[in-house]
């Protein structure tokens, strides 16, 4: 009984991990957020900055690892 129970603990971590996966990819290639948030008149200063804010000028894997950790405590973002 007990194997049977970490066996389908371990499945729902690897469906869960797979599902953020997805679920980040498809955030990730909806479009930029940035120029929906400030609009086309804004200079590259400015979008610098938000992106460096935001934390979108980090690495795929950062990104997604922070997006993990924050979906884990129950903060899906803004």
Same mark, same amino acid.
């Given at each position: 009984?007990?194997?049977?129970?970490?066996?389908?603990?371990?499945?729902?971590?690897?469906?869960?991990?797979?599902?953020?996966?997805?679920?980040?990819?498809?955030?990730?290639? %909806? *479009?930029?957020? =940035? /120029?929906?948030?400030? +609009?086309?008149?804004?200079?590259?200063?400015?979008?610098?900055?938000?992106?460096?804010?935001?934390?979108?000028?980090?690495?795929?894997?950062?990104?997604?690892?922070?997006? %993990? *950790?924050?979906? =884990? /405590?129950?903060?899906? +973002?803004?």
């Amino acid at each position: 009984m007990l194997a049977f129970i970490l066996q389908r603990i371990g499945q729902s971590a690897i469906v869960m991990t797979a599902v953020a996966l997805i679920a980040f990819c498809i955030f990730q290639f %909806v *479009g930029d957020p =940035v /120029q929906q948030m400030i +609009g086309p008149d804004s200079s590259s200063e400015d979008v610098a900055r938000i992106r460096r804010n935001l934390g979108i000028d980090d690495p795929v894997i950062v990104q997604f690892l922070r997006y %993990v *950790g924050n979906v =884990v /405590q129950g903060n899906f +973002g803004v």
